[in-house]
């Protein structure tokens, strides 16, 4: 009664079971009484929370089919894992060192603008959709800032890599309109939203490390917070909405202070 797809899932998990307990296959299985629920968990307990919940769901089919042909004297119960919600996490920071090592990744095409793409992200804290919406328009190198950016007020100060790349990418793009969207697609369209994270994606695949643009945010956070600089600033330069202000700053004040611990 389950699908093609459930049945290639579930063939998966039991293929896991082999590899993890050293079998060849069905037909030299050692005898199932060797195979306690307590080995089966502490196996499990290595994988991640929403792995483990699929595994135990197919093993549990499993189990249940070999207690039907009695080939053992009772099905193994595995419970399902329980996410712990009140568990405390802690932020990884993209280092210094580490954005440089990214910044010195290259593309067949498009390695400039992926490049200003990274650097504005990582230097001034843009979400992913204000990236997207940003305009030639917002970008003023002559005072270092972005200005209007998503159609809010505030300016954000742009990191001497950003201006480097904003430059460069500028110069290969000399007959833009002040009006033209800021990042283009092959198409000369505006960039899209799935695409930015795609590129900040493969920047971290290429260094090693599981990169994403709101990590970025956070990390530019980080660094700016390790500057000296006042938390209620931050709040504002990371655009967060006035409602949600005092939420905000007693949330990121904490998980601030972990990563100084």
Not at 5 to 20: G, H, S
Not at 25 to 41: K, L
Not at 134 to 147: G, S
Not at 151 to 167: A, I, N
């Amino acid at each position: 009664n389950y699908s093609d797809a459930t049945i290639k899932a579930y063939r998966k998990d039991v293929q896991w079971l082999f590899n993890e307990f050293s079998m060849q296959d069905f037909y030299n299985f050692p005898p199932f009484q060797e195979i306690s629920e307590e080995r089966v968990q502490k196996h499990l307990s290595l994988l991640s929370y929403s792995v483990q919940r699929r595994r135990v769901a197919g093993l549990s089919a499993f189990f249940s089919y070999l207690e039907e042909e009695e080939q053992v004297p009772c099905s193994i119960s595995l419970p399902y894992p329980k996410k712990d919600n009140n568990a405390e996490h802690i932020p990884f920071v993209i280092s210094k060192k580490k954005y440089q090592e990214m910044r010195k990744v290259t593309f067949l095409h498009n390695t400039s603008r992926n490049l200003a793409l990274l650097d504005i992200i990582y230097g001034s804290g843009l979400t992913t959709s204000s990236t997207h919406s940003l305009d030639w328009i917002n970008v003023n190198l002559e005072e270092k800032t972005l200005k209007g950016v998503a159609g809010y007020s505030r300016e954000t100060p742009l990191s001497k890599e950003s201006q480097e790349s904003l430059r460069k990418y500028s110069g290969e793009n000399p007959g833009r309109n002040s009006n033209e969207p800021c990042f283009l697609n092959k198409y000369r369209k505006r960039i899209s939203d799935r695409s930015i994270k795609k590129i900040i994606n493969i920047f971290g695949k290429r260094t090693g490390v599981k990169a994403n643009p709101s990590l970025l945010r956070w990390s530019f956070f980080t660094n700016m917070m390790n500057e000296g600089r006042d938390l209620d600033e931050m709040i504002c330069l990371m655009g967060y909405e006035a409602r949600y202000r005092n939420e905000y700053i007693s949330r990121m004040r904490k998980a601030y202070q972990r990563i100084k611990e």
